[in-house]
């Protein structure tokens, strides 16, 4: 069984991406140095175009670098086949997503069951997760519907418990506020938190939503594909005012 070396689960070291876009070379990533502790709840912050979301992908293996090394637990993640990704992704990795990515024609309890499946559980074991991880996110009594039945707040809530079903490593929460109104998205942000002081695992969220912050443990600032700047939860003073109905930092 594998057995933690380190109390550092993301390292990232030297890490470029470049695309090539209608002849032209886009430096998304310029050299990113950034190691992430296991158990922590970290955010990524910055301005559209930044970085934010290929940094994002490079830490969950659904991009590779051009040049520099993305380690997860100590494996090289760019050294890995497809098929040795793919089931990291699946057994070690949770997604959460703005848009919430579920499947329309399955139920809540059939969506989260979906990672399981893959993974190889039997049907009826992976059914018995699946209601008991809805069960955790308040879901219990919708275990059925389908997304379309249900609300943003309850669509996340099943998103969530899909990227918990498999008891992962990492939760990568990928603007998991977005589409969500004030009050539905801190409900959202306290059932991050606490599931993932529950289970333990670590949480690197990509987002611009300022409330996200509170629950951070540290906060990155990337800028023009450089991290600009890092701070510890208790070095930022935030201050959230409502004005007009909207937030002010």
């Not at 140095?33 to 979301?53: A, C, F, H, N, Q």
């Not at 389908?146 to 990568?172: D, K, T, W």
């Amino acid at each position: 069984m594998h057995r933690p070396t380190s109390d550092i689960i993301i390292d990232l070291r030297g890490v470029q991406r470049t695309y090539h876009l209608e002849g032209e070379c886009v430096d998304a990533l310029r050299g990113v140095d950034l190691t992430v502790r296991r158990g922590e709840y970290l955010s990524i912050m910055g301005p559209s175009g930044s970085g934010k979301s290929t940094l994002f992908n490079m830490i969950g293996g659904l991009d590779r670098p051009t040049a520099g090394r993305v380690l997860l637990d100590g494996v090289d993640l760019a050294a890995l086949s497809e098929r040795k990704l793919a089931w990291l992704r699946s057994n070690r990795i949770g997604y959460v997503f703005q848009t919430f990515n579920l499947l329309p024609t399955l139920s809540a309890a059939e969506n989260v069951m979906m990672p399981l499946i893959f993974c190889g559980m039997a049907p009826d074991d992976a059914e018995r997760r699946a209601c008991d991880t809805l069960e955790r996110v308040g879901l219990g009594h919708r275990l059925r519907h389908r997304p379309e039945e249900l609300s943003g707040g309850q669509r996340q809530r099943v998103a969530i418990a899909r990227a918990l079903v498999n008891e992962p490593r990492v939760i990568l929460a990928d603007e998991p506020t977005g589409n969500l109104d004030l009050k539905t998205g801190e409900e959202i942000l306290s059932l991050l938190k606490e599931l993932q002081q529950a289970s333990g695992a670590t949480v690197v969220c990509a987002t611009h939503d300022h409330k996200m912050l509170a629950a951070s443990d540290r906060v990155v600032w990337i800028r023009d594909g450089r991290i600009e700047r890092i701070a510890a939860r208790e070095e930022i003073e935030i201050e959230i005012a409502t004005m007009d109905g909207e937030e002010v930092v």
